[in-house]
T-cell receptor, first 115, second 115 residues
């Protein structure tokens, strides 16, 4: 059984600031760690994912930093905008025969960007 | 714009009644997931299918829940009998598990309230 610990539970950031959300996972034989973004009343949508043959992946204002030895990865949102206000979930694959598709999700971080 | 569709979007029912939720995955996707989202438990995987065959339903209460894929364009999740603790948002997601593609595309969810 995979466990993923996500923090903080909620986060308020000023517009233009940097939002940082952290996740820690347990042992896994698989290397795929996605972040999903969910707006109220909508289903989660993939935001960015990393395969940790690299320690960092950047897509626009969103960056994943990965520390394999510490079993931790984090999402950084640069120049945070009000439109980024949403709930963010990290996820990690289960160990076992299922491959990367069986994910355990973190508990979510509700991000609010204030003007 | 291909997307996962779910019906109904909202369902209010009384304890003991049967509830059926439907999902149409994205055409061509070979994997379908059912998740349940609550404030207390977060996003939990209930079951998933590959090429219409159940791969894992270990997250699903077997005594009252059942999941099927009658054909490639329809997945169903049934609760019989329903209980107040089943109140949650149920998401269907689909994906194409092939090579390095692991993205799960979520539907808008069915918000279930059991009175």
């Amino acid at each position: 059984q995979q466990q993923v610990k996500q923090s903080p539970q909620s986060l308020i950031v000023q517009k233009g600031g940097i939002s940082i959300i952290n996740c820690a996972y347990e042992n896994t034989a698989f290397d795929y760690f996605p972040w999903y973004q969910q707006f109220p009343g909508k289903g989660p949508a993939l935001l960015i994912a990393i395969r940790p043959d690299v320690s960092e992946k950047k897509e626009g204002r969103f960056t994943i930093s990965f520390n394999k030895s510490a079993k931790q990865f984090s999402l950084h949102i640069m120049d945070s905008q009000p439109g980024d206000s949403a709930t963010y979930f990290c996820a990690a694959p289960h160990s076992g025969p299922f491959g990367n598709e069986k994910l355990t999700f973190g508990t979510g971080t509700r991000l609010t960007i204030i003007p | 714009d291909a997307r996962v569709t779910q019906t109904p979007r909202h369902k209010v029912t009384e304890m003991g009644q049967e509830v059926t939720m439907r999902c149409q995955p994205i055409l061509g996707h070979n994997t379908v997931f059912w998740y349940r989202q609550t404030m207390m438990q977060g996003l939990e995987l209930l079951a998933y299918f590959r090429n219409r065959a159940p791969l894992d339903d270990s997250g699903m209460p077997k005594d009252r829940f059942s999941a099927e894929m009658p054909d490639a364009t329809l997945a169903t999740l049934k609760i019989q009998p329903s209980e107040p603790r089943d109140s949650a948002v149920y998401f269907c997601a689909s994906g194409l598990v092939a090579g390095s593609t692991d993205t799960q595309y979520f539907g808008p969810g069915t918000r279930l309230t059991v009175l």
